[in-house]
């Protein structure tokens, strides 16, 4: 009996005050890939996909390409698996005069949406950010630039970043904080293992990379609580394994000074590993969607992943 009431008496604070450490974090699952295969559409290629954004109100996956290419792609899921994604429309992004963007401002990468959930046609925008010429520019999804967004600084000088493919892979748009970006490395004279989120409206949010040699940030999608789905890559030669990691942070976690804890979700590493993700949207409930760059080899392919991540209630 006595060593029945120690053994209470050692459990019950944990049982009534639970740990904040044991705290379950949100359940991220693998549920699908498709390949998407390179056809041809409008003359161009299906090839080099670096980033996603769903629009509910006109049902259309975009993607763009690093050579400053828009796809809108008709999808359809059931029961957790990709029943079909089917190429409708690309073309060439154009600048505010009309014209093909040019060699050096064309790298775009990350990819989010205005107005594709209000209930209303016809109004959404793309939201796109760039390297070579880091910048944010808003699109119609047609591909015609609209304006381009103020980035703060330093992230609004180029010579702050650790060289040109090394920008800004990532943009999305959050409710409260405008439109979020980070560059892929972090900048000149910060330490490389951290890094640094941009809110145009003036907000930094500062995080541990995830522990692979060269892990980058390559998209980061908004999530339904207002929190970030952090999508890491880490490249560091041919003998050593592609690192993928999908990461949460929870923006109350966050000090006053901006350090940011993050949970590990879930890491894709194997030295047979050749999906190159770079890209990432939500699609409804609890689905998402991530989508791999063939680098425009035939060995490879354009990888499309779906999976479910349950955040904590």
Sequence with gaps: MKWFVLVLLVLL?????????????????????????????????????????????????????????IFHFRLALADNRIKAVDPVYAANL??????????????SEGLDVLNAANGRHGDTQLVISFEGMPRIVRFTPQGKAIA???????????QA??????????VTVHPRYGFITAPELPLK?????????????GRRWSFDAYPAENSGISDLATLPDGNLLVLERAWSGIFNPLVVSLRYLDFSQCSKAG????????????????DNYEGLTHIQGNQYLMVSDDNNEELLRTALTLFTLDLVK
Aim: with cysteine; proline share 9%; glycine share 8%.
């Design 148 to 158: 381009q967004v103020t980035l703060p600084a330093p992230i609004n000088n180029r």
């Design 189 to 201: 004279g910060q330490p490389v293992n951290r890094h640094t989120l941009y809110s145009n409206k």
């Design 94 to 107: 154009l600048d505010l005069d009309g014209r093909p963007l040019g060699k050096g401002k064309r790298d």
């Design 259 to 274: 350090m940011c804890p993050v949970k590990d979700l879930k890491t894709l590493s194997s030295l047979f590993l050749v």
């Design 161 to 170: 970043y650790r060289n040109g493919n090394k920008e800004l892979e990532s």
């Design 13 to 69: 604070p944990t049982v009534l005050f639970p740990l904040e450490g044991l705290a379950v974090p949100p359940q991220l699952e693998i549920r699908d890939t498709v390949a998407i295969p390179p056809l041809t559409v409008n003359g161009i290629r299906i090839s080099e996909l670096s980033g996603l954004a769903w629009d509910q109100d006109e049902q259309l996956l975009y993607a763009v390409s690093d050579k400053g290419r």
